[in-house]
């Protein structure tokens, strides 16, 4: 019985080494299919890793060889029968690189062919980011990280950003924070990555995390643009208006010409539900200024122009609240909706500017109601013609 066991396993492993052969010689003469039946029927064997450890990584090779050779032959067709075959050539190179000896024996073939895995991969996730399938492009992007680290490669890191960038698009928050964590750990640095963080934390409803993370980089990069105003947003965000106005006044002091950092302080300041930070005129000025350096700043215009609306809507209800008919009184009325009446005016111009600056419906409507309120009805006649 021990020689029938010792014969039957004898032949178990010729049969093995049968199936490699066939395979490699199938591969020679680009056979492609009939190679990757013959590779998977050796690999697959139950008895395959009874096979002494060289004779299984020269078959993981074979495997690789195989199926890269399937990748690069331009037949639709014969790729359509084997759809993993990046997988399969990645996995059968790592079990080759797991034999020590047989790594240090084939040494440049494996690394070459794991390096053309890595750019395939590569390739991969940054065609499908172009095509906005960013799940596949952070999977593939994922993998050529994994390659390059393994590697040693100076480009792991910028794989590895782009990887989590994806997540971040795909609004897969939790996997991109794992990713820049994992950066981090690496000893990639910049400003860039503190904001990138903190935003997918803020995405995640992290804000404390966020905080410090913020913290963090600012300590490093004081000057960062992009941390001080995500540390401003956080802070709007968590209703701390004065703190955001302040980090945002002490940015327009290093940045004279900031127009963007303008509109945001006039925004704040012209918040009218927000009585604690409320102030008409330093909004104004701030939206004046804006527009001074950008004089088609859209945004800064048609929010100037609002602004005075709403300066004349709240002199209007404060008129509509008096309702004695005394001289006194009747004189008091008619001076707030006189007052309503000139901010309707001085902001006419603005509106009107923003409509023509970027005609819209909604733009419209506000310009119409305008001239309507203002009596102005040629103006809006023609207005309705357009």
């Not at 029938?4 to 299919?33: H, P, S």
């Not at 590895?160 to 991109?176: E, I, Q």
């Not at 963080?197 to 804000?207: E, G, P, R, V």
């Not at 609240?321 to 009184?329: D, H, L, N, Q």
């Amino acid at each position: 019985m021990i020689l029938l066991a010792i014969v039957l396993t004898a032949n178990v492993m010729m049969a093995q080494k049968k199936d490699r052969t066939d395979a490699f010689m199938y591969n020679k003469n680009g056979q492609y299919e009939k190679a990757m039946v013959s590779i998977e029927k050796c690999v697959n064997h139950e008895q395959f890793y009874g096979m002494k450890p060289n004779d299984q990584s020269q078959a993981w090779l074979y495997r690789a060889v195989i199926y890269q050779n399937v990748l690069q032959s331009g037949d639709e067709a014969l790729k359509a029968k084997a759809p993993d075959a990046l997988e399969i050539v990645y996995e059968s190179l790592m079990k080759c690189m797991e034999n020590k000896d047989f790594l240090e024996e084939n040494k440049q073939d494996i690394y070459n062919r794991v390096g053309s895995v890595m750019t395939s991969y590569y390739n991969q996730g940054s065609a499908a980011f172009d095509n906005q399938d960013y799940a596949t492009a952070a999977t593939s992007l994922k993998k050529a990280y994994d390659i390059a680290n393994s590697l040693g490669s100076p480009d792991a890191n910028e794989m590895l950003k782009y990887a989590a960038y994806a997540c971040t698009r795909g609004k897969d928050y939790a996997t991109a924070v794992e990713y820049y964590t994992e950066l981090q750990n690496n000893g990639y640095d910049g400003e860039d990555l503190y904001y990138s963080l903190a935003s997918a934390y803020i995405s995640l409803d992290n804000k404390d995390k966020a905080a410090e993370i913020i913290a963090a980089g600012l300590a490093k990069y004081p000057s960062s643009d992009m941390l001080i105003r995500e540390n401003v947003n956080l802070k709007l965000s968590e209703g701390h208006q004065t703190e955001a106005v302040s980090d945002l006044e002490k940015l327009l002091e290093t940045r004279p010409d900031d127009y963007t950092v303008m509109f945001a302080l006039g925004t704040i300041y012209g918040d009218e539900n927000n009585d604690a930070i409320y102030d008409a005129d330093k909004a104004v000025g701030y939206y004046m200024n804006a527009i001074e350096v950008k004089p088609d700043y859209f945004d800064a215009i048609y929010n100037l122009g609002a602004l005075y609306i709403t300066m004349s809507n709240k002199l209007k209800a404060q008129a509509n609240e008096i309702t004695g008919f005394s001289k006194a009184e009747i004189e008091q009325y008619d001076a707030l909706i006189a007052q309503a009446e000139e901010l309707l005016r001085t902001g006419l111009p603005y509106v009107k500017q923003a409509y023509e600056t970027q005609p819209s419906p909604e733009v419209k409507s506000v310009l119409r109601t305008m001239y309507v309120q203002l009596k102005m009805n040629d103006e809006a006649k023609a207005l309705d013609e357009q």
